[in-house]
């Protein structure tokens, strides 16, 4: 189920003074494991300074493109984007899981507005949705509102001018930047007053059908919020967070003592005994179980496994819906056990 493959690397470029993108060659037995649709993000592992690091990135080029490319962009204390930035050389071979994730767009056969608003590293799956809404029907536009800092840290600047040339008609882009003053953008950062900007004053004639939402919480939260009081649909707004907030606070539930656990993963059962103060996922790491993981903070949903039987609570949860909570749907990364004994599946999801 976590199967890692490994894939070349045939290109790197930088994009900023602190991004890549990385492009990979997909030999011709894996192209059907390894395709994807717009949004998805691949699960890197690769050991660093020997040990062991597993991280996700979301996809920036187009399902119909023959090689999949990802942005990477360094951060503080980041081992593996940092190593990425600095050390990672075409023709070296990283080991890749195959694409997984729910932010993503579907094609239709029917003309869609879109609009996306992005910020930072959270343009990476908005260039492939970009460019799969407009190669997917001849008169589907597409809105994207992308903030930065300043000009120099905005990845795929030059690809998103690209789009701009391309599709001059379906295909609009409004630059933000909250640190310098550039012509044809906003000063600032996308709050209310540019979000109300778009959708009253510069695109006011267009119904947009989806908005695409990708950054920080904090931008994500907002940008929610003030669709929502424009009258925009929430089951239009789709979002996928690349950082969430460190101290959210969980449910207050009793953790103490521990929990006899039962695992179905690749159709094995393995089972132990865990405490309940640690996350499902670290006590199945714990057992040299091989399940799928990546970003270990809830923003991704490699982890995802079923509850069939006992209960578990999540510390923090911006991925699964209700109703998929409902029917027992965990990020055992978030997970804690609050039942004497708790059975999940992985292979069921």
Do not use: W
């Amino acid at each position: 189920m976590s199967d890692f493959y490994s894939l070349t690397i045939d290109k790197i470029s930088r994009l900023t003074p602190n991004s890549v993108a990385v492009s990979f060659v997909i030999p011709e037995e894996l192209e059907n494991k390894f395709a994807f649709e717009a949004g998805q993000y691949i699960t890197i592992k690769h050991k660093v300074d020997g040990e062991e690091v597993r991280r996700a990135y979301s996809i920036s080029s187009s399902p119909k493109d023959k090689q999949i490319t990802i942005g990477i962009k360094k951060v503080p204390e980041g081992r593996f984007s940092t190593y990425a930035n600095t050390s990672l050389q075409e023709g070296d071979q990283l080991l890749v899981m195959p694409p997984e994730g729910r932010f993503v767009y579907k094609t239709s056969n029917k003309k869609g507005n879109i609009c996306a608003f992005a910020s930072g590293s959270g343009i990476t799956p908005i260039m492939s949705i970009a460019r799969t809404v407009l190669e997917s029907h001849p008169e589907n536009t597409f809105v994207l509102v992308y903030g930065n800092q300043n000009k120099s840290e905005a990845m795929f600047h030059n690809e998103i001018l690209e789009l701009a040339n391309t599709y001059k008609d379906r295909f609009t882009v409004q630059f933000v930047y909250s640190r310098a003053r550039e012509e044809d953008s906003l000063f600032g950062r996308i709050d209310t007053s540019v979000i109300n900007f778009i959708l009253k004053n510069k695109f006011k004639e267009i119904h947009f059908n989806t908005f695409y939402l990708c950054g920080p919480e904090a931008m994500i939260n907002l940008s929610c919020d003030t669709l929502k009081a424009n009258g925009i649909a929430e089951d239009s707004i789709y979002f996928e967070l690349f950082t969430t907030s460190e101290n959210e606070e969980s449910e207050t539930v009793n953790l103490e003592g521990k929990t006899t656990v039962e695992v179905l993963l690749d159709d094995e059962v393995y089972s132990f005994s865990m405490d309940k103060k640690s996350s499902v996922l670290d006590a199945v790491l714990d057992e040299d179980i091989d399940a799928p993981y990546s970003c270990q903070g809830g923003v991704c949903s490699t982890c995802i496994a079923r509850i069939t039987e006992g209960e578990a609570k999540m510390d923090k949860n911006q991925i699964l819906t209700d109703s998929e909570i409902s029917e027992g749907l965990i990020l055992t990364c978030q997970a804690h056990p609050v039942t004497a004994t708790l059975k999940i599946d992985y292979d069921d999801v």
